[in-house]
């Protein structure tokens, strides 16, 4: 399939238009990449949020067995 432009003023917009869309593309491909970094942040945050609490749950389940000795 080959598109026929008739002037050069088509073809001219043919090209800004392209170069919009590439634009256009660019941007929200850096705005996915930035989500996608916030995002592993959150993940790394909440792990060692989880990590911290089952660190304490098992020194307080450690200590209640050593009171029931």
Known sequence: MRIVLRNH????Y?????IALIS???IVMMANTQNVRHLGREINRLEDRQNRHWQNFKVSTNLTADALK
């Open 14 to 18: 043919a090209v800004v238009m392209m």
């Open 9 to 12: 003023t088509e073809r001219g």
């Open 24 to 26: 256009l593309l660019v």
